[in-house]
């Protein structure tokens, strides 16, 4: 089946059964080269049922010139018939054709054409079938034209397809034109799968984006690149090099207009002042340009000149000799100012190595634009730059760089190929610590956190002594690795050499300092030394990179919000990520994102950290960072979990399981862990939480971590409560205090209450539910079961109303936060408690996650341009979205949203709101 042309199949099988009913047609079907006619023609005759039959001819641009030789090709099936033609038709047509000396007339061979046609219609409908059509010569279209407007009634179609901004030699009078345009970019995606299935993500879209939906390019444009270009190990060149057959089909028309043509070409869709600057006579430069536009080989719109096609472009610039492309190049860079950076790019297309003046300009656009955002160009630059060098230590720096960019444009096979590259020119230690930086940050993302580790403490005992900066980059991202693996000795070890470096004594650094040394006290069972303020409460701005290799290096996952600065950490870490997409650095993204989320995930704002796990998630499984994606899929995990979606839960925690667990990457295990265990909590399933809960808490688990166990102690508290287990809950609890002392973190008070009041004798229950409840939460999931677990307490104890207000405060919370299952609880303590219509007005409960996270940020005054630049949508999709959000929220303007949403805060990553303390409202309380 040829997929995407089932309208124009059936518009051209249409044409044999109106034949069959005797009404004859023509069609002239029109589209670019290579867009798939020939191909739609063969099926569509394929498709022809006998009787019915097909005739058909190749126009060829080798016969354009040999009279009646398209029409011998259509007809000679039919030639025995001619015995049945009136005798001087015969004749002619015989001429024609060479068969005999009679003179071809042009009358009497259209009506022999005529009157053959016809005569086969008695028998059986008729497709005439002409491709490329306008290559056919002038004499067989005429004869085609005047048997097309005389047939009428008679059982015969005719399709002419041609070429655009082509005619037929002969127009045929009362023809349809159907336009064959490209294909839709799903079923582009789905050719190129078939050609390309191992291409990297970002070869994959410069294909698509270079083959504009035309399938000739999709099948033929990766073949004719290397396995390395493919893969992504080597860079792709600015032209695309394509397939004889591809060239020839899009430049055969573009060698006539020569030089100015090719300037077009080598300055990609450039300024026409620039191409006309650079030609030798402006003048007729313009006319040759014209001249192109005519031809549809190029627009000109105002002072911009763009080809019709990028391989239209390519085409033309590969057909040139090297010689005369140099030549272009030179030409244009002597058109353009000084300053202007693509002066910078045509010296170096024309320059030949070595030239090291050209390889320092490179250079220093390199760091113009990386700077700017633009690491993907940057990459270009530096190894040209590298190219040109003639001094080893440069061309070995510049690669690195190159790699620092292609890690950071998401091109990890590039990355390591510029590496291995540059290890063969030099073998400094300078040179050896950057690579390793490099190699140990991709190792960070994608493969075993204790390689990682080991790698960037390599990295950074080689950097102390002459770049202590990078030196402590890598020791923070060494430290990530090790929270990761759950090293805490590892962390002690970089706390030492962090204290060694030769670097200013800044807040910052001091505090990140204590947090290490924290860590690897909390990992060796002792009392964590320092202030508890300091250790609980950094200041914000501690959180934020001061450094640029990349990812965000610190904090790692969890530790704003397990010291006490969930709110500050989460504002830091949202900066952090807004200036990794300023810089363009997507590669960095899912790293930095996977902290973002996590932090989302328990201060409570799930709409965001759901859309942007996903967005993350996608991006680290097309650039291979394996580690990131386990991480990203068990958060994503314990979303599902919480909101109800057990088979999300399940498919996100084993995918994240089969990664972590062989690869021992013990903080996304144990967040996997978490997520299974909160899915049977939700779905009242205890027995089966405590399992997963207790691999992460127990020492020796499959799971265990040595701080992410703090988060997960609650819920295994509950749930051994559940099961009537209380012995081991009071174990874990002690656990707990021992080892987080909960009582001093602000993030983790309430929960520590919570577990309290599940164990307490009842006299003291109630006061530590109303503990719990007053203090600081910054997750409205924790504070609805908080409020569910007393209501249910209250409830048994007999205090009916205060029972019903704090199980109307945990639906209103769980409700807002979409916990499902929790609601669902919370209605049946609430039916238990005598509530017969349990169910609370809605508020925007109809949103999906991406339309309540639109609508906050459009609360917030953000315009849907600003909008799209956050969520990676276009402004078009987004003022979409909100068409469909208006009606739901019934209002009619952006300006009601702020009255409309569940929140009166618009943050949209406020997971959907806090609701007032209820502890300090006038409720009665367990006595």
Same mark, same amino acid.
């Given at each position: 089946?040829?997929?995407?042309r089932?309208?124009?199949?059936?518009?051209?099988?249409?044409?044999? &059964?109106?034949?069959?009913?005797?009404?004859?047609?023509?069609?002239?079907?029109?589209?670019?080269?290579?867009?798939?006619?020939?191909?739609?023609?063969?099926?569509?005759?394929?498709?022809?049922?006998?009787p019915?039959?097909?005739?058909?001819?190749?126009?060829?641009?080798?016969?354009v010139?040999?009279?009646?030789?398209? $029409?011998?090709?259509?007809?000679?099936?039919?030639?025995?018939?001619?015995?049945?033609?009136?005798?001087?038709?015969?004749?002619?047509?015989r001429?024609?054709?060479?068969?005999?000396?009679?003179?071809?007339?042009?009358?009497?061979?259209?009506l022999?054409v005529?009157?053959?046609?016809?005569?086969?219609?008695?028998q059986?409908p008729?497709?005439?079938?002409?491709?490329?059509?306008?290559?056919? &010569?002038?004499?067989?279209?005429?004869?085609?034209?005047?048997?097309?407007?005389?047939?009428?009634?008679?059982?015969?179609?005719?399709v002419?397809?041609?070429?655009?901004?082509?005619?037929?030699?002969v127009?045929?009078?009362?023809?349809?034109?159907?336009?064959?345009?490209?294909?839709?970019?799903?079923?582009?995606?789905?050719?190129?799968?078939?050609?390309?299935?191992?291409?990297?993500?970002?070869?994959?879209?410069?294909?698509?984006?270079?083959?504009?939906?035309?399938?000739?390019?999709?099948?033929?444009?990766?073949?004719?690149?290397? &396995?390395?270009?493919?893969?992504g190990?080597?860079?792709l060149?600015?032209?695309?090099?394509?397939?004889?057959?591809?060239?020839?089909?899009?430049?055969?028309?573009a060698?006539?207009?020569?030089?100015?043509?090719?300037?077009?070409?080598?300055?990609?869709?450039?300024?026409?002042?620039?191409?006309?600057?650079?030609?030798?006579?402006?003048?007729?430069?313009?006319?040759?340009?014209?001249?192109?536009?005519?031809?549809?080989?190029i627009?000109?719109?105002?002072?911009?000149?763009?080809?019709?096609?990028?391989?239209?472009?390519?085409?033309?610039?590969? *057909?040139?000799?090297?010689?005369?492309?140099?030549?272009a190049?030179?030409?244009?860079?002597?058109?353009?100012?000084?300053?202007?950076?693509?002066?910078? %790019? @045509?010296?170096?297309?024309?320059?030949?190595?070595?030239?090291?003046t050209?390889?320092?300009?490179?250079?220093?656009? *390199? &760091?113009?634009?990386?700077?700017?955002?633009?690491?993907?160009?940057?990459?270009?630059a530096?190894?040209?730059?590298?190219?040109?060098?003639?001094?080893?230590?440069a061309t070995?720096?510049w690669?690195?760089?190159?790699?620092?960019?292609?890690?950071? *444009?998401?091109?990890?096979?590039?990355?390591q190929?510029?590496?291995?590259?540059?290890?063969?020119?030099?073998?400094?230690t300078?040179?050896?610590?950057?690579?390793?930086?490099?190699?140990?940050t991709?190792?960070?993302?994608?493969?075993?956190?204790?390689?990682?580790?080991?790698?960037?403490l390599?990295?950074?005992?080689?950097?102390?002594?002459?770049?202590?900066?990078?030196?402590?980059?890598?020791?923070?991202?060494?430290?990530?690795?090790?929270?990761?693996?759950?090293?805490?000795?590892?962390?002690?070890?970089?706390?030492?050499?962090?204290?060694?470096?030769?670097?200013?004594? =800044?807040?910052?650094?001091?505090?990140?300092?204590?947090?290490?040394?924290?860590?690897?006290?909390?990992g060796?069972?002792?009392?964590?030394?320092?202030?508890?303020?300091?250790?609980?409460s950094?200041?914000?701005?501690?959180?934020?990179?001061?450094?640029g290799?990349?990812?965000?290096? %610190?904090?790692?996952?969890?530790?704003p919000?397990?010291?006490?600065?969930?709110?500050?950490?989460?504002?830091?870490?949202?900066?952090?990520?807004?200036?990794?997409?300023?810089?363009?650095?997507?590669?960095?993204?899912p790293?930095?994102?996977?902290?973002?989320? *996590?932090?989302? $995930?328990?201060?409570?704002?799930?709409?965001?950290?759901?859309?942007?796990?996903e967005?993350?998630?996608?991006?680290?499984?097309?650039?291979?960072?394996?580690?990131?994606?386990?991480?990203?899929?068990?958060?994503?995990?314990?979303?599902?979990a919480?909101?109800?979606?057990?088979?999300?839960?399940?498919?996100?925690?084993?995918?994240?399981?089969?990664?972590?667990?062989?690869?021992?990457?013990?903080?996304?295990?144990?967040?996997?862990?978490w997520?299974?265990?909160?899915?049977?909590?939700?779905?009242?399933?205890?027995?089966?939480?405590?399992?997963?809960?207790?691999?992460v808490?127990?020492?020796?688990? =499959?799971?265990? @971590?040595?701080?992410?166990?703090?988060?997960?102690?609650?819920?295994?508290?509950?749930?051994?409560?559940?099961?009537?287990?209380?012995?081991?809950?009071?174990?874990?609890?002690?656990?707990?205090e021992?080892?987080?002392?909960?009582?001093?973190s602000?993030s983790?008070?309430?929960?520590?209450h919570?577990?309290?009041?599940?164990?307490?004798?009842?006299?003291?229950?109630?006061?530590?539910?109303?503990?719990?409840?007053?203090?600081?939460?910054?997750?409205?999931?924790?504070?609805?079961?908080?409020?569910l677990?007393?209501?249910?307490?209250?409830?048994?104890?007999?205090?009916?109303?205060?029972?019903?207000?704090?199980?109307?405060?945990?639906?209103?919370?769980?409700?807002?936060?979409?916990?499902?299952?929790?609601?669902?609880?919370?209605?049946?303590?609430?039916?238990?408690?005598?509530?017969?219509?349990?169910?609370?007005?809605?508020?925007?409960?109809?949103?999906?996650?991406?339309?309540?996270?639109?609508?906050?940020?459009?609360?917030?005054?953000?315009?849907?341009?600003?909008?799209?630049?956050?969520?990676?949508?276009?402004?078009?999709?987004?003022?979409?979205?909100?068409?469909?959000?208006?009606?739901?929220?019934?209002? =009619?303007?952006?300006?009601?949203?702020?009255?409309?949403?569940?929140?009166?805060?618009?943050?949209?990553?406020?997971?959907?709101?806090?609701?007032?303390?209820?502890?300090?409202?006038?409720?009665?309380?367990?006595r």
């Amino acid at each position: 089946m040829l997929e995407g042309r089932d309208r124009e199949i059936r518009d051209l099988l249409g044409l044999i &059964d109106a034949a069959r009913s005797h009404r004859s047609s023509a069609v002239l079907l029109r589209g670019g080269a290579g867009i798939g006619k020939s191909a739609l023609l063969t099926h569509v005759a394929q498709q022809v049922e006998p009787p019915a039959q097909v005739l058909w001819a190749d126009g060829t641009q080798s016969e354009v010139r040999l009279p009646f030789a398209g $029409l011998h090709q259509l007809l000679h099936l039919l030639l025995p018939a001619l015995e049945l033609v009136p005798d001087r038709q015969a004749d002619a047509l015989r001429g024609a054709f060479g068969m005999n000396a009679s003179s071809a007339e042009p009358l009497l061979v259209g009506l022999a054409v005529l009157a053959l046609l016809t005569r086969a219609a008695r028998q059986a409908p008729v497709l005439v079938v002409v491709d490329d059509a306008h290559w056919m &010569d002038e004499e067989s279209a005429a004869a085609l034209a005047f048997a097309a407007r005389r047939l009428r009634s008679a059982r015969v179609a005719m399709v002419f397809a041609v070429c655009d901004e082509e005619t037929l030699p002969v127009p045929v009078s009362g023809a349809r034109e159907l336009r064959l345009g490209p294909l839709p970019t799903a079923l582009a995606r789905r050719l190129l799968d078939q050609h390309a299935p191992r291409a990297a993500p970002s070869v994959y879209k410069r294909l698509l984006t270079e083959a504009e939906g035309n399938p000739l390019a999709l099948a033929e444009l990766p073949a004719a690149l290397s &396995d390395e270009q493919l893969t992504g190990a080597q860079a792709l060149p600015d032209q695309l090099p394509l397939s004889e057959r591809v060239r020839q089909i899009f430049c055969r028309r573009a060698a006539a207009y020569g030089f100015p043509l090719l300037l077009a070409a080598a300055e990609r869709d450039g300024e026409l002042r620039t191409l006309l600057n650079a030609a030798d006579d402006a003048d007729t430069a313009m006319d040759v340009l014209n001249g192109a536009a005519e031809a549809g080989l190029i627009t000109v719109r105002g002072e911009r000149v763009s080809f019709s096609h990028p391989l239209v472009r390519s085409a033309t610039y590969q *057909a040139a000799a090297p010689s005369r492309r140099r030549a272009a190049h030179r030409a244009l860079a002597g058109a353009l100012d000084q300053e202007d950076d693509r002066r910078v %790019w @045509h010296l170096a297309a024309c320059a030949t190595p070595p030239d090291d003046t050209v390889a320092r300009l490179l250079a220093g656009l *390199a &760091d113009r634009t990386r700077r700017s955002g633009g690491v993907a160009s940057a990459v270009r630059a530096l190894r040209r730059a590298a190219a040109l060098s003639s001094i080893p230590a440069a061309t070995a720096r510049w690669l690195v760089e190159a790699a620092e960019c292609a890690w950071a *444009a998401a091109e990890p096979a590039q990355a390591q190929a510029l590496l291995a590259e540059a290890e063969l020119l030099e073998r400094t230690t300078e040179l050896q610590a950057r690579v390793a930086c490099v190699r140990g940050t991709m190792l960070h993302a994608g493969s075993a956190p204790a390689l990682a580790c080991d790698t960037l403490l390599h990295s950074a005992r080689l950097a102390r002594s002459h770049a202590p900066q990078l030196a402590e980059e890598c020791l923070l991202l060494a430290a990530r690795a090790a929270w990761g693996a759950s090293h805490p000795a590892k962390l002690t070890e970089i706390a030492g050499l962090l204290a060694l470096l030769p670097l200013e004594k =800044t807040t910052d650094r001091s505090q990140r300092l204590d947090q290490l040394r924290s860590m690897g006290d909390v990992g060796r069972g002792e009392e964590p030394a320092g202030e508890p303020a300091v250790r609980c409460s950094p200041p914000s701005d501690g959180w934020a990179p001061t450094l640029g290799l990349g990812p965000v290096v %610190w904090p790692p996952v969890f530790l704003p919000y397990l010291m006490g600065d969930g709110e500050a950490g989460l504002d830091a870490q949202r900066r952090s990520v807004d200036a990794l997409r300023a810089s363009g650095a997507s590669g960095a993204l899912p790293v930095a994102l996977t902290s973002l989320v *996590a932090a989302q $995930l328990v201060t409570g704002r799930w709409a965001e950290g759901a859309a942007l796990g996903e967005q993350a998630l996608t991006l680290a499984a097309e650039t291979g960072q394996s580690i990131a994606a386990c991480h990203l899929q068990a958060l994503l995990a314990c979303m599902a979990a919480a909101q109800g979606d057990s088979a999300r839960c399940h498919e996100l925690a084993e995918a994240s399981l089969a990664v972590s667990m062989p690869r021992r990457a013990a903080s996304a295990a144990a967040i996997a862990r978490w997520a299974q265990g909160l899915d049977a909590l939700s779905s009242l399933r205890p027995r089966q939480a405590v399992g997963p809960l207790s691999e992460v808490t127990a020492p020796g688990g =499959t799971a265990e @971590h040595f701080m992410l166990s703090r988060l997960v102690i609650p819920d295994l508290v509950e749930a051994l409560v559940r099961v009537g287990q209380r012995d081991r809950a009071g174990a874990a609890l002690l656990q707990f205090e021992e080892r987080a002392a909960p009582q001093l973190s602000p993030s983790l008070r309430a929960a520590w209450h919570r577990c309290k009041a599940l164990l307490a004798p009842a006299e003291k229950a109630g006061h530590h539910f109303a503990d719990a409840l007053a203090a600081p939460c910054v997750s409205g999931f924790e504070t609805g079961r908080t409020h569910l677990l007393y209501g249910q307490w209250l409830r048994r104890h007999h205090e009916i109303k205060s029972a019903r207000h704090h199980l109307h405060q945990a639906v209103e919370h769980f409700r807002m936060m979409r916990a499902t299952p929790w609601t669902q609880q919370a209605h049946t303590e609430l039916r238990a408690a005598g509530v017969l219509d349990a169910t609370p007005p809605t508020s925007g409960q109809d949103l999906t996650p991406r339309e309540l996270q639109i609508a906050r940020y459009a609360a917030q005054g953000l315009t849907n341009k600003d909008i799209g630049s956050r969520l990676f949508l276009s402004p078009r999709t987004v003022g979409y979205h909100l068409y469909r959000i208006y009606p739901k929220l019934n209002i =009619t303007s952006r300006r009601q949203l702020p009255a409309r949403l569940p929140n009166s805060s618009t943050s949209p990553d406020r997971g959907h709101g806090q609701l007032p303390d209820p502890s300090t409202s006038d409720v009665p309380t367990a006595r």
